[in-house]
């Protein structure tokens, strides 16, 4: 999301505050969230239309990937999109593999170039307005290495919402964590462990890279206080959605696996 309208800070794992020291992934059974077939079981939201219209056929399952395309676009023309899981978890490890291709399509804003997310702890497709630009959740931001620079990804951006990092509330929208750069096409996998409002965490191919505690909402943000009217501050689960923001990516492999709380 709106990296570069934003200050982005450098964040660094806190495994032994966090409990996290020497902790291994639970042997369980992983739920495959995408068939490799079709949208099954997934619904689109995309800004200025109704739930379940997926205009431009932006969401679509090809070669066994779902992904997101814009060769029915003009333009972008502000119609940020995601496609959400039928169900809300709260305490499980979600994991999958993503790639940029191809050119970003005309009107996308610099700052979505090879940008997209997995939107954790999202409120639900029902309740979201038709021109609201983003749910309120917890985004795990994807990106893609530009030609020269830093550019690391999964990242923390918080849409209507803040976290607690370091021991203490963060409140700016992007945060950026310790993972490499990837450039190119290649598949990154993504891996992050959700303990509902008690501690998250994000990994790259295998390693963790940024992680925080009590998922909330915040007061001050318009989207975020209608949900205040009939639920809890704090974020205990919700849905999960991945994003369409103006360039091209595929996602495979997209599992989930439930944990106990």
């Given at each position: 999301m709106r990296g570069s309208l934003f200050r982005i800070f450098?964040?660094?794992?806190?495994l032994?505050?966090?409990g996290f020291a020497g902790e291994?992934?639970?042997?369980?059974?992983?739920?495959?969230?995408f068939n490799g077939k079709d949208l099954s079981g997934w619904k689109v939201k995309i800004k200025g239309h109704d739930l379940g219209e997926n205009f431009g056929n932006t969401f679509r399952v090809e070669d066994g990937v779902m992904k997101v395309g814009y060769d029915k676009y003009t333009k972008f023309g502000a119609k940020f999109g995601h496609v959400f899981y039928e169900k809300p978890f709260s305490h499980y490890i979600i994991r999958c593999e993503y790639r940029f291709l191809g050119k970003q399509v005309p009107g996308g804003p610099g700052w979505a170039f090879r940008n997209s997310g997995i939107m954790l702890h999202c409120q639900s497709p029902q309740s979201m307005g038709k021109n609201q630009n983003f749910p309120v959740s917890i985004e795990v931001q994807l990106?893609?290495?530009r030609d020269q620079g830093k550019r690391p990804t999964a990242n923390l951006c918080t849409p209507g919402t803040h976290v607690v990092f370091k021991g203490k509330l963060l409140k700016r929208h992007?945060?950026?964590?310790?993972s490499k750069t990837y450039r190119g096409d290649q598949w990154v996998k993504v891996e992050v462990e959700v303990h509902g409002n008690k501690a998250i965490r994000h990994?790259?191919?295998?390693?963790?890279?940024i992680e925080y505690t009590k998922p909330q909402l915040d007061e001050n943000d318009k989207d975020a206080q209608k949900l205040l009217k009939g639920q809890p501050k704090l974020?205990?689960?919700g849905y999960i959605s991945l994003q369409s923001e103006s360039h091209p990516v595929e996602f495979r492999k997209v599992e989930l696996l439930p944990l106990k709380p």
């Open positions: 450098l964040a660094v794992p806190l032994a505050s966090l291994k992934s639970p042997e369980g059974k992983w739920i495959q969230l990106l893609g290495g992007c945060t950026n964590s310790s990994k790259i191919d295998g390693q963790t890279v974020l205990d689960g």
